[in-house]
Nanobody, 128 residues
Framework: QVKLVESGGGSVPAGGSLRLACAPT????????MGWFREAPGKAREGVAAIWRGRGTTHYADSVKGRFVISEDNAKNIVYLQMNRLESEDTAMYFC?????????????????????WGQGTQVTVSS
């Protein structure tokens, strides 16, 4: 069974950095969309970044452009989210998501309904 396991969350001061990792199990991803989403209290789950692993195409929410970088290590089957210059507004539960079926048909990789597999989440807390 496909399972996504996130790691790397924690508490950091504003301006600091964290690197999140998503390690899929049960399936070796080669040509899929992988996304990072976040959900803060009182807010809807929003797309942060996504990567089409088969092509390397990346997408970012405007709020994180220039600060976050999504990347992959295909040999290790891990997708990373490097988070730099963190702000208090980045505080949220971060979720890894995978779209395995026909990634070429994805219209918007930052929309939640495009994904069929989700991790349990990892908490990121940024203090002022």
């Amino acid at each position: 069974q496909v399972k996504l396991v996130e790691s790397g969350g924690g508490s950091v001061p504003a301006g600091g950095s964290l690197r999140l990792a998503c390690a899929p199990t049960g399936y070796h991803f080669r040509n899929e969309y992988m996304g990072w989403f976040r959900e803060a209290p009182g807010k809807a789950r929003e797309g942060v970044a996504a990567i089409w692993r088969g092509r390397g195409t990346t997408h970012y929410a405007d709020s994180v452009k220039g600060r976050f970088v999504i990347s992959e290590d295909n040999a290790k089957n891990i997708v990373y989210l490097q988070m730099n210059r963190l702000e208090s507004e980045d505080t949220a539960m971060y979720f890894c998501a995978a779209r395995i079926l026909r990634p070429e048909t994805v219209a918007d990789p930052l929309i939640r309904y495009e994904y069929g597999h989700w991790g349990q989440g990892t908490q990121v807390t940024v203090s002022s």
